[in-house]
């Protein structure tokens, strides 16, 4: 524990997010729990936005039409009427629910005093739109003619949907003064008298929190009736539309970083150092097989710098094939044993066999499965009799242990687990692909399905390749050509000048 607190001051969050580190998850199973999630189910949240904002939506509309100096004074008018009020015992509860319940004499009392304000009055007419609205008759009676106005609905709900935004805070502390001013709740002194000056007063840091706590331990003592808070997002949802969120624009038309024609001339090199270094026409499972991974990986990354392709979903397989190159190469390098190679190589030949017995005596081959092919690899080396088939990895070790082993345990968590959720096709990169956040407050920032354009993969995919090229240089001296070098050569060249300014 001692070294997880170490090591997260020394790397604070780059977003400065409050949230559970992922070091300071627990491992159960095979999930990792954030803090809350391991209370298990001892711990029912009652959800602000969900079910408390659509009570306190006359207090939420209140407080975006004017500032907020003017709206902690109608709420103060609100909290010394009910403090002063001889039945104040029943007014603590003034969510649109708790104002239908009050006997009608004391609604009707209630919601003229309300709306004496002609400022609040002609705010709140926009809840003449709700005709599910609780105790509508008696709110139509006493609200003033003029039209609603759905923007004032739409704001109020967007800046108090975050449940700690100083907008709903403000709303929060209002219900929770009402209960204190009626009563109802009971805490020690000095904790209930910072919130009759606030906001004004005291140290707001503090007091914020304990207002917003205070506020929602509250509620799951109290049995809830959810149908106003369902009916108000349902109406919402029926009768207002979706909007598009419009996010600063990233399409920077950025130059692509890498082209085909660049690719295409590094691979001709490439071809010329095969042939330098190429010695025998014998079976060289480490020449073959370091040259292979750095072609393959021209291959994809050739594909990946097709226009369109690089901002989508088959980039990131193909990204996530090169790592998976790379770290195999870095190991095998690193290990330097012909003998691996061979065990590398032998393994993807099994693989070839596998499939080529299926074809032959369980299943069709599909239409893009040369079963010749698999049958010539599956035997080019050896008698296909003499290949065991190896049904794990072919190291005997996960790629995720391979990186560790091949020090490339950083590249793999930078590249590979996000990557394979789009090889996987699971929620994250559904979520991101196909559907966008709907701009629409009163529909509770829900998704809607959008094809999105994603970030460009032909960068990473790049610096991927150039670290493949770098193990080929180091088996094969000498390769220098790299991907990218256009880009570099400003900083390389300041880099010299520096350098030779020093020897100077
Ligand atoms: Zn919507």
């Not at 997010?17 to 491992?27: E, F, I, P, Q």
């Not at 050739?302 to 090169?322: K, M, P």
Request: glycine letters at 6%; aromatic letters at 10%.
């Amino acid at each position: 524990m001692a070294r997880n607190k170490n090591k997260r001051k020394k790397n604070p969050s780059k977003s400065g997010k409050n949230r559970t580190a992922l070091l300071d998850h627990k491992k159960v199973g095979s999930e990792l729990q954030p803090g809350f999630a391991q209370l298990g189910d001892k711990l029912t949240f009652s959800s602000w936005s969900n079910e408390r904002l659509p009570e306190m939506l006359w207090a939420a509309i209140i407080r975006v039409v004017q500032n907020q100096d003017f709206v902690i004074s109608e709420f103060r008018r609100v909290i010394s009427y009910v403090s002063e009020h001889s039945n104040k015992d029943k007014l603590s509860d003034l969510s649109i629910t708790g104002i239908s319940k009050l006997d009608e004499e004391l609604r009707k009392e209630f919601l003229v005093f309300l709306l004496s304000n002609p400022i609040t009055a002609s705010a709140l007419t926009v809840l003449k739109l709700f005709k599910d609205l609780p105790a509508r008759e008696s709110w139509l009676k006493f609200l003033p003619s003029t039209e609603p106005d759905l923007n004032i609905l739409m704001a109020a709900v967007g800046m108090c949907l975050p449940h700690q935004s100083q907008e709903a805070t403000d709303c929060r502390w209002l219900k929770l003064m009402l209960m204190v001013v009626a009563g109802k709740f009971h805490a020690p002194r000095e904790m209930v008298e910072p919130w009759f000056n606030y906001p004004y007063e005291g140290d707001q840091r503090s007091i914020r929190p304990s207002i917003r706590s205070c506020e929602m331990a509250f509620n799951p003592m109290v049995e809830q009736d959810l149908t106003w808070s369902n009916n108000f997002w349902n109406e919402s949802w029926e009768s207002t539309p979706c909007l598009e969120l419009v996010t600063e624009s990233n399409d920077k038309s950025e130059e692509s970083c890498c082209g085909i024609e660049e690719i295409k001339k590094l691979r001709q090199e490439l071809e010329k150092h095969w042939k330098k270094t190429h010695s025998t026409t014998g079976i060289d499972a480490k020449h073959d097989g370091v040259f292979g991974i750095a072609f393959y990986a021209l291959s994809t990354l050739a594909e990946i710098s097709s226009i369109g392709v690089n901002t989508g979903i088959l980039a990131r397989l193909g990204l996530r094939t090169i790592l998976e190159m790379h770290i195999n190469l870095k190991y095998l390098t690193l290990k330097d044993d012909l003998q691996l190679w061979s065990k590398w190589r032998t393994y993807g030949a099994g693989q070839a066999k596998l499939n080529a017995l299926k074809f032959d005596e369980l299943v069709e081959a599909p239409k893009f499965i040369n079963t010749d092919t698999l049958e010539s690899i599956a035997g080019e080396d050896l008698w296909e009799e003499f290949i065991n088939i190896e049904l794990g990895s072919w190291s005997g070790a996960d790629l995720r242990k391979l990186s560790d082993k091949a020090g490339l345990k950083s590249s793999y968590d930078q590249y590979y687990s996000w990557s394979s959720t789009y090889s996987h096709g699971t929620w994250g990169a559904i979520r991101e692909v196909c559907f966008n956040t709907c701009g629409n407050p009163l529909h509770r920032l829900h998704r809607y399905p959008k094809e999105s354009v994603l970030s460009d993969t032909l960068h990473d995919a790049c610096i991927l390749v150039n670290e493949i090229l770098n193990d080929l240089s180091q088996a094969y001296p000498s390769f220098n050509a790299r991907l990218l070098e256009e880009n570099n050569k400003g900083g390389s060249e300041e880099l010299e000048t520096l350098i030779k300014a020093q020897i100077v």
